[in-house]
C-alpha cells in the first residue's frame, strides 16, 4: 500500500512568516491531495495535483508535484492565525479513488 | 459544490451498545463511499470501502462483523459499530466524490462523526 510520510509534525511560526510542509511517498502518486483540518472536524478540500511538475495556488498557499511524483510541497506565505490547523496529505490510490493520509502537521501561528 | 452530510454529528453510548452512524451524498449519487476512523493526534486511516448493492471491502486489520456497512441507497451509506467498547471511541468521517465532477479529482468529506463509548 502506498506510505506517506509528512515533514514536519508540527510547526509553529510568527504569524506573517512563510512555511512549507512535505508529503513524500514509497511510490509513484497517481494523485496527491492537501487537506485542512481542525480538530474533531470535517476536512477542507485545499487542491488536488496529478501531473508531474504541477504548481497550484489558492489564496496564500501554493502546492507543488514533483517531476517524479513522489514529492509534494504545501507553502504558505505570510501565514496568519486562520492557517492553523492540520494539513493532510492524501493519496489516490490509482482508479480506487480512496485515499491513504499521510501524518498530518499541526500548524500553529503565533499572533 | 457537492455535499456529503454526515449524521449523528456526536454520540455519546454505553459498553456494549450499538451505534449507527449515516453518510449521505445530498446532491450526487454515490457508488463508493468510504468510511475512515481517527484517533486522537493520529491521521485518519481508511476502514473500509463501501459499495452500493454489495458488500464492502474492509482494510486489513478491520473487524468486519464489529463495523457493519451498508449500502443500500446511491445516497446513503451506514456504518454500524456493534457492541462497542471504550476503545472505539473515535472520530469517524465518510468521504465520496461526485461522478459529475470527475475531472476535478475532488474528494467530499462529511462532517464527521465523534464516538464517545462509556
Known amino acids: 500500500s502506498q506510505e506517506l510520510e509528512q515533514s514536519p509534525q508540527s510547526l509553529i511560526v510568527q504569524e506573517g512568516k512563510n512555511l512549507t510542509i512535505n508529503c513524500t511517498s514509497s511510490?509513484?502518486?497517481?494523485?496527491l491531495y492537501w487537506y485542512k483540518q481542525k480538530y474533531g472536524e470535517g476536512l477542507i478540500f485545499l487542491m488536488m495535483l496529478q501531473k508531474g511538475g504541477e504548481e497550484k495556488s489558492h489564496e496564500k498557499i501554493t502546492a507543488k508535484l514533483d517531476e517524479k511524483k513522489q514529492q509534494s510541497s504545501l507553502h504558505i506565505t505570510a501565514s496568519q492565525p486562520s492557517h492553523a490547523g492540520i494539513y493532510l496529505c492524501g493519496a489516490d490510490q490509482s482508479a480506487g479513488n480512496m485515499l491513504t493520509f499521510g501524518g498530518g502537521t499541526r500548524l500553529m501561528v503565533k499572533p | 459544490g457537492a455535499v456529503v452530510s454526515q449524521h449523528p454529528s456526536w454520540v455519546i453510548c454505553k459498553s456494549g451498545t450499538s451505534v449507527k452512524i449515516e453518510c449521505r451524498s445530498l446532491d450526487f449519487q454515490a457508488t463508493t463511499m468510504f468510511w475512515y476512523r481517527q484517533f486522537p493526534k493520529q491521521s485518519l486511516m481508511l476502514m473500509a470501502t463501501s459499495n452500493e448493492g454489495s458488500k464492502a471491502t474492509y482494510e486489513q486489520g478491520v473487524e468486519k462483523d464489529k463495523f457493519l456497512i451498508n449500502h443500500a441507497s446511491l445516497t446513503l451509506s451506514t456504518l454500524t459499530v456493534t457492541s462497542a467498547h471504550p476503545e472505539d471511541s473515535s472520530f469517524y468521517i465518510c468521504?465520496?466524490?461526485?461522478?459529475?465532477?470527475?475531472?476535478?479529482?475532488?474528494?467530499?468529506f462529511g462532517e464527521g462523526s465523534r464516538l464517545t463509548v462509556l
Open positions: 468521504s465520496a466524490r461526485d461522478p459529475r465532477l470527475a475531472g476535478s479529482g475532488e474528494l467530499f
Open positions: 511510490k509513484t502518486l497517481y494523485g
